[in-house]
């Protein structure tokens, strides 16, 4: 088994220091377990060191330990400071994530976010398992000085749904945020069985003349060796937004062969690589940073659930139900459900 030695992390992020890349990165079911092993930890300080914003999906802890540690780890290594925005812990039932942007913070700085209000949890009429976490930058380096991030994970049971509502997230965000330079990051699933060829004329998100995808759908951001899927994607509105993007730098990080590492090794640190992007460098920066937060780790705040009086709710339809839960509903909306939602192969298996 190789070891990395720390000098070599703040070596290569010394090297990468003149760019501004962000990132996406689904660190599978991320808890203090991963910072514990002191291997996976190195590997991920070295991979996250390469960015100035990374959004993080499935992590686990609903108390923030593991991703505060991880932060302060990084930041001890690079010598630089990063911070985490930390979002609610999302889900409908017992299996919660949460969603969380580090960034550098003497160069970047969240300003505005808020949870997607995507309808009524309660009532099982919400559009997504875990609501995208929206969130504004500054950015101090760059020509584009002011940008959003949308960061989704999808459920792979309903990813054909999830992917097409992000569209709505996204026009929501535009009219609230009340800008155009918006990225969509995040695992979609958006691949192989999940979502087929067949899927995409459905898929609003895919169909919009101002969106441009990033990652395209022969892209590899897996690390099974079984497995060829463009699971994780960006998706880049606004003209100043998609024109600040170097060309070509849109792409998955294979961390597997750049630091030549053992299979095994590469699946301890996560199922997925990490996709990422590069944005130019604005050449009149003369060095001007953000004061350093006095602590680390920011609460995003608590999701909301839209109106929930579930008046006129059809709660023996699986249609605009899917995957609801509660002890509260006469019936789940799931593959297990018995006696009720009929239409759920027809109205949630598409």
Not at 120 to 127: A, I, L, V, Y
Request: charged share 20%.
């Amino acid at each position: 088994m190789k070891l990395l030695v720390l000098v070599a992390v703040t070596a290569c992020f010394l090297q990468a220091g003149f760019s501004f890349k962000i990132a996406s990165f689904n660190i599978q079911r991320f808890s203090m377990t991963k910072v514990d092993d002191p291997v996976v930890l190195e590997l991920l300080i070295r991979i996250l060191s390469r960015y100035e914003v990374i959004a993080i999906e499935e992590v686990m802890n609903a108390d923030n330990t593991a991703i505060i540690s991880l932060v302060k780890e990084l930041s001890l290594a690079t010598k630089l400071n990063y911070n985490v925005l930390i979002s609610d812990h999302l889900g409908r039932s017992s299996y919660r994530e949460k969603y969380a942007y580090i960034y550098r913070e003497d160069i970047v700085k969240p300003v505005e976010w808020y949870h997607y209000d995507d309808g009524c949890e309660n009532c099982g009429t919400d559009s997504f398992i875990r609501e995208p976490f929206v969130a504004r930058f500054t950015s101090l380096t760059t020509v584009v000085k002011d940008f959003a991030l949308i960061s989704i994970h999808t459920s792979p049971d309903y990813a054909v749904m999830e992917v097409d509502a992000l569209y709505d997230a996204w026009v929501d965000a535009k009219q609230r945020l009340k800008m155009e330079n918006i990225l969509i990051l995040g695992d979609y699933n958006a691949a192989c069985s999940y979502v087929a060829a067949r899927h995409w004329p459905i898929i609003r998100l895919r169909h919009a003349e101002e969106l441009a995808w990033l990652i395209g759908d022969k892209e590899d951001t897996t690390v099974s060796t079984n497995t060829n899927c463009a699971y994780d994607r960006m998706v880049a509105g606004g003209q100043q937004l998609q024109s600040g993007i170097i060309p070509g730098t849109a792409k998955a990080f294979n961390y597997h062969v750049a630091y030549d590492l053992t299979y095994e090794m590469a699946k301890a640190v996560s199922d997925h690589y990490p996709i990422e992007v590069e944005l130019y460098e604005d050449v009149l920066y003369s060095g001007q940073s953000f004061v350093p937060s006095a602590s680390t780790g920011i609460s995003g705040g608590l999701s909301v659930n839209g109106p929930c009086t579930c008046e006129g709710v059809d709660f023996t339809s699986c249609r605009g139900r899917c995957g609801s839960s509660g002890k509260t509903f006469p019936c789940n909306c799931n593959a297990s459900c018995t006696n009720c939602c009929v239409d759920y192969a027809s109205s949630c298996k598409l």
